[in-house]
T-cell receptor
Framework: GAGVSQSPSNKVTEKGKDVELRCDPI?????LYWYRQRLGQGLEFLIY????????KSGLPSDRFSAERTGESVSTLTIQRTQQEDSAVYLC????????????FGSGTRLTVV | KNEVEQSPQNLTAQEGEFITINCSYS?????LHWLQQHPGGGIVSLFM???GKKKHGRLIATINIQEKHSSLHITASHPRDSAVYIC???????????????FGKGTHLIIQP
């Protein structure tokens, strides 16, 4: 597609439930990043995919968070047993390759855990 | 101390004023990005710099690698420029994208008519 597409745009879930967030990167972009932005905070790196290499999961805050990517296309971020502190905007970005290429961000998924 | 510092945190100006937002960083970098985040969360990549100066419309971005400093300027500011402007750096040695970008906390700009 023309841009990075994320779905859903908004998600309200009850504490303890699992959620799945989806990111469709720009076709041909091999690098894909997930970031989180809590209210009033800066962006936090979560996970990075590059082609078929093993993902860099160093930013995932707990083992409740996991992400997958099918080849060089769609990625899903799963949060199990959601907690209120998981409430944030989850942003996905893709780029043509890693290192020094411009990023394109999706419009994000606003997750609210009640 | 944060590796990327922005100033000011908040800036309110009148339409037409010349705006400067500053970014200082304390690590070696291979590139610096300026991003614009509108209310509602959408982020747009404005510039990617590794040296010198870039211009796009009313926006100008400069970087001084020796001083580890970058500025974003907006000429003839307009209320539609109201947004959060975020500076982000790609650290040297993070080839392979090990940790993506390191972000500043952003500058909240309001342009009043």
């Amino acid at each position: 597609g023309a841009g990075v597409s994320q779905s859903p745009s908004n998600k309200v879930t009850e504490k303890g439930k699992d959620v799945e967030l989806r990111c469709d990167p720009i076709s041909g972009h091999t690098a894909l990043y997930w970031y989180r932005q809590r209210l009033g905070q800066g962006l936090e790196f979560l996970i990075y995919f590059q082609g078929n290499s093993a993902p860099d999961k160093s930013g995932l805050p707990s083992d409740r968070f996991s992400a997958e990517r099918t080849g060089e296309s769609v990625s899903t971020l799963t949060i199990q047993r959601t907690q209120q502190e998981d409430s944030a905007v989850y942003l996905c970005a893709s780029s043509l390759r890693e290192a020094n290429y411009g990023y394109t961000f999706g419009s994000g998924t606003r997750l609210t855990v009640v | 101390k944060n590796e990327v510092e922005q100033s000011p945190q908040n800036l309110t100006a009148q339409e037409g004023e010349f705006i400067t937002i500053n970014c200082s960083y304390s690590v070696g970098i291979s590139a610096l990005h300026w991003l614009q985040q509108h209310p509602g969360g959408g982020i747009v990549s404005l510039f990617m710099l590794s040296s010198g100066k870039k211009k796009h419309g009313r926006l100008i971005a400069t970087i001084n690698i020796q001083e580890k400093h970058s500025s974003l300027h907006i000429t003839a500011s307009h209320p539609r420029d109201s947004a959060v402007y975020i500076c982000a750096v790609r650290k040297l040695g993070s080839g392979g994208g090990a940790d993506g970008l390191t972000f500043g906390k952003g500058t909240h700009l309001i342009i009043q008519p």
